[in-house]
T-cell receptor, first 114, second 115 residues
Framework: DTAVSQTPKYLVTQMGNDKSIKCEQN?????MYWYKQDSKKFLKIMFS???????INETVPNRFSPKSPDKAHLNLHINSLELGDSAVYFC?????????????FGPGTRLTVT | AQSVAQPEDQVNVAEGNPLTVKCTYSVSGNPYLFWYVQYPNRGLQFLLK??????LVKGSYGFEAEFNKSQTSFHLKKPSALVSDSALYFC?????????????FGSGTRLSIRP
């Protein structure tokens, strides 16, 4: 299936731990994103990569570090997890070309920090 | 700075009736506008977009949206609601002069269709 996939779907961990979330898209898109959706469903962009190059880096604690080994993958590593990091994290991608700005989202990773 | 507002947290409509989910935007220049839908425990799905051209844009699942430049609005509409349309709807805007592909999402409107 062509899609944006994320692993794991659920992640429960304790404060202070380090964890990673992986994202892959097989849509041939050049641009990928990480979003955080809080408990009130508010969606905020965190990072964006275009062809492995970081192009958007919002005001995110530097405990969050994205990595893009190739344009089909964008992983998110989080150090020293805090309670406030609990949220649903979405990966997305968008196709190349002017005007093609719609984004295609993965199913999300629900992170719970205890 | 670009922004988008969805003034209604929740919209309730009876099945078969027309529905409207409101969105207004603020951006310098001509905006790129989008609607997305999120079903429970799922990622967002792209519904439709306005880039340029005809002010009435048609999208997936029978939805359409009307771009109104004078009112800076981009309301989502459907002539006849289905129970399966019940979901969370997000309006989004991109600044066409932004060098990065960043879009800003509204706070979401929960649409509830009663049988």
């Amino acid at each position: 299936d062509t899609a944006v996939s994320q692993t794991p779907k659920y992640l429960v961990t304790q404060m202070g731990n380090d964890k990673s979330i992986k994202c892959e898209q097989n849509l041939g898109h050049d641009t990928m994103y990480w979003y955080k959706q809080d408990s009130k469903k508010f969606l905020k962009i965190m990072f964006s990569y275009n062809n492995k190059e970081l192009i958007i880096n919002e005001t995110v604690p530097n405990r969050f570090s994205p990595k893009s080994p190739d344009k089909a993958h964008l992983n998110l590593h989080i150090n020293s997890l805090e309670l406030g990091d609990s949220a649903v994290y979405f990966c997305a991608s968008s196709p190349p070309g002017r005007g093609n700005y719609e984004q295609y989202f993965g199913p999300g990773t629900r992170l719970t920090v205890t | 700075a670009q922004s988008v507002a969805q003034p209604e947290d929740q919209v309730n409509v009876a099945e078969g009736n027309p529905l409207t989910v409101k969105c207004t935007y603020s951006v310098s220049g001509n905006p790129y506008l989008f609607w997305y839908v999120q079903y429970p425990n799922r990622g967002l799905q792209f519904l439709l977009k306005y880039i340029t051209g005809d002010n009435l844009v048609k999208g997936s699942y029978g939805f359409e949206a009307e771009f109104n430049k004078s009112q800076t609005s981009f309301h989502l509409k459907k002539p006849s609601a289905l129970v399966s349309d019940s979901a969370l709807y997000f309006c989004a805007v991109r600044d066409p002069y932004s060098s990065a592909s960043k879009i800003i999402f509204g706070s979401g409107t929960r649409l509830s269709i009663r049988p």
